[in-house]
């Protein structure tokens, strides 16, 4: 990125005015990836497509063909069974995207991830990390005390010391509150577009009223671009602060130089237009690099 993208977030940062953004690929060290899930099930249950990369479509058919809620039951089975296996990512790595976050004085966390590790990371720093989630569906508004919420506590207000994490896609938890399906997505951005008071004010402000880092994300992917649209409408009503994506370059997944430069710069001037740069490497190598430089500034001061 420009040296004044990094200048502008590391001012951010310090004046907790920075969201940050977490997707699957903020733990692909730990979890399986979803393309890896996919092809498993595709196998075992027999999906009938081309597509058996594609999670949220085997997803659909697995919901289809054999129950709604056993495809949401099985990635939590398959999520806890790698945990027990490889463990938690180690959050006294500072490489490691967690680790770093924990460490920056912030009071609230997004993810679409189902795990809670953001909220293990924070209270390894002695930071009373408090979990929500949103209520896209009907079960989840009419069974609240199954799917309890930070904010449900009278008077909560996230802080430095006491940080919200809250899923936008649900947690492991509440399997009734992962939107993993195709109707899941197509419900939620529906769900999100007719009542902005699915998600709770301090929300919507972190939304509209600060620096969003989205790390984990791939921008090709379809649950990125569900998400983008389902925010748009609060990035345009932002306070134009502008945004920062971490993105794996398209020119590491074996594409020729040239169309992985016309991708890098469609996609950066698509997101442009919403004040949205882009870096394009990995996570580890964008948080080593933004680790360096806060840890710079705050030892100039």
């Known amino acids: ?34 393309g890896v899930v996919a092809q498993t099930w595709a196998q075992t249950y027999g999906y009938p497509l081309d597509d058996s990369h594609d999670l949220i479509r085997v997803a659909q058919y697995i919901a289809v063909t054999q129950d709604p809620m056993w495809p949401k039951e099985a990635i939590i089975k398959e999520f806890k069974r790698r945990v027990e296996e490889v463990g938690a990512p180690d959050f006294n790595n500072p490489t490691k995207p967690h680790s770093f976050l924990a460490d920056l004085p912030l009071p609230v966390y997004l993810t679409t991830n189902y795990d809670d590790f953001m909220e293990q990371a924070l209270r390894s720093r002695k930071r009373d990390a408090q979990q929500a989630l949103c209520r896209w569906n009907d079960y989840l508004e009419a069974n609240k005390d199954s799917a309890p919420s930070a ?6 207000k996230p802080d430095v010391n006491n940080p919200v994490v809250f899923h936008l896609h649900g947690h492991s938890g509440v399997p009734e509150s992962l939107v993993l399906t195709e109707d899941d997505y197509l419900d939620f951005m529906v769900s999100i577009s007719r009542d902005e008071d699915l998600l709770p004010a301090r929300i919507r402000e972190a939304l509209a009223g600060t620096t969003l880092l989205f790390l984990g994300y791939a921008i090709t992917d379809w649950d990125f671009r569900v998400l983008f649209r389902s925010l748009v409408s ?57 680790r360096k430089r806060w840890e710079a500034a705050r030892g100039a001061k």
């Not at 904010?151 to 909560?156: C, G, P, V």
């Open 1 to 34: 990125m420009a040296e004044i993208k990094w200048d502008l977030l590391i001012d951010r940062i310090n004046d907790g005015k920075c969201t940050p953004f977490l997707g699957a690929g903020a733990c692909a060290d730990v979890l399986p990836v979803g």
């Open 151 to 156: 904010f449900d506590k009278r008077n909560y």
């Open 234 to 290: 609060y990035l345009t009503k932002s306070v134009q602060r502008g945004h920062i994506s971490v993105q794996l370059d398209p020119g590491k997944k074996g594409v020729d130089a040239e169309k992985a430069a016309r991708a890098q710069d469609y996609l950066n001037r698509y997101f442009g237009g919403l004040n949205i740069g882009m870096f394009w490497g990995k996570c580890e190598e964008f948080v080593a690099e933004l």
